[in-house]
């Protein structure tokens, strides 16, 4: 599996074979907002934004969270942009008059976008209770962003979603589910594929997994419900047990599995992506130990083309 999906990222492909197949990646990247920003020990963020751009260009669709400071946020596009030769379609968080920083969310892609909106949940941490520490300072929410598969065929298309879901008070993330939920099943059509990239602070290790009152079923069941075909987490889907932790280095053995890649296909017989592959990338590097306090989660779908 690592090696299909290493050469999948790698290798230059053609306008043809992007189409058929495609790369995803989901990264929170750790460049946080304001003060928040001086709890953050990792060194060199001009160099760590520098390196982001580098690793996540070589992925079709990028759906990065926590790209919270402006001038970090404009460098990885701007490194993103000169890798892909000048091409860079993006949406990102909206920043409402009340915030202190945006959402967090960057969606990238070389394909083209054709509809964007997003969302600013209603339910956060406050700082009242929080201090600095809480989600309330920033727009936290969701993007959204249509993709077609070239500008010769826009009306085959995937709807790809990006989140940050509530890192601090528990009793908020259950009423986020429900708002994306409630977004996704607005702005996706249900004849196509969807995607949705995030770190949803939601822990999804096998004990999660099986029980029915865990915060992942939650989630599952209600994103389930915004989808006709339903939803499937791609990380179970093919690694089944596995940690898949993304919370640290040793993801193989320790961590917590909280930034996924789910699908929603829609139910026969409309054309579905069909997952091929999935990993963590640690992106370990020795001038800052790694590039964010996260693990990256990338995937590579098969994308039949209309006959």
């Given at each position: 599996m690592r090696t299909a999906l290493t050469m999948a990222i790698c290798a230059t492909l053609s306008l043809a074979q992007a189409q058929e197949k495609i790369t995803v990646l989901s990264y929170n990247v750790q460049f946080l907002p304001g003060i928040a920003a001086s709890h953050n020990k990792r060194p060199n963020p001009?160099?760590?934004?520098?390196?982001?751009?580098?690793?996540?260009?070589?992925?079709?669709?990028?759906?990065?969270?926590?790209?919270?400071?402006?001038?970090?946020?404009?460098?990885?596009?701007?490194?993103?942009?000169?890798?892909?030769?000048?091409?860079?379609?993006?949406?990102?968080?909206?920043?409402?008059?009340?915030?202190?920083?945006?959402?967090?969310?960057?969606?990238?892609?070389?394909?083209?976008i054709i509809a964007s909106d997003a969302v600013v949940y209603k339910h956060f941490s406050k700082p009242e209770e929080y201090g600095f520490r809480a989600d309330g300072f920033a727009a936290k929410g969701?993007?959204?962003?249509?993709?077609?598969?070239?500008?010769?065929?826009?009306?085959?298309?995937?709807?790809?979603?990006?989140?940050?879901?509530?890192?601090?008070?528990?009793?908020?993330?259950?009423?986020?589910?429900?708002e994306l939920a409630e977004f996704i099943g607005a702005k996706s059509d249900p004849k196509r594929p969807a995607l949705l990239l995030g770190d949803l602070n939601t822990r999804g290790m096998v004990e999660n997994r099986n029980d029915a009152a865990s915060q992942y079923s939650v989630m599952m069941n209600d994103f389930a419900g915004a989808r006709e075909g339903g939803v499937t987490d791609i990380w179970v889907a093919l690694m089944g047990d596995k940690l898949g932790g993304t919370t640290e280095q040793e993801s193989a053995e320790i961590g917590k599995r909280i930034d996924y890649i789910l699908l929603g296909n829609p139910k026969p017989p409309a054309l579905s992506l069909k997952p091929l592959a999935i990993q963590v990338n640690t992106y370990q590097d020795p001038q800052v130990t790694a590039l964010s306090d996260h693990n990256a989660v990338a995937a590579e779908f098969e994308w039949p083309a209309a006959k």
């Open positions: 001009e160099y760590r934004a520098k390196r982001i751009a580098e690793e996540v260009s070589k992925f079709d669709i990028v759906g990065l969270q926590e790209t919270f400071e402006p001038s970090h946020r404009a460098a990885i596009k701007e490194g993103v942009k000169a890798a892909w030769n000048g091409t860079l379609n993006s949406v990102e968080s909206p920043l409402p008059k009340d915030f202190m920083a945006n959402g967090g969310c960057l969606l990238m892609t070389k394909l083209p969701a993007i959204w962003a249509r993709i077609a598969r070239s500008d010769t065929a826009k009306d085959e298309y995937i709807d790809v979603f990006v989140t940050h879901l509530e890192a601090r008070a528990d009793d908020m993330r259950p009423l986020q589910y429900k």
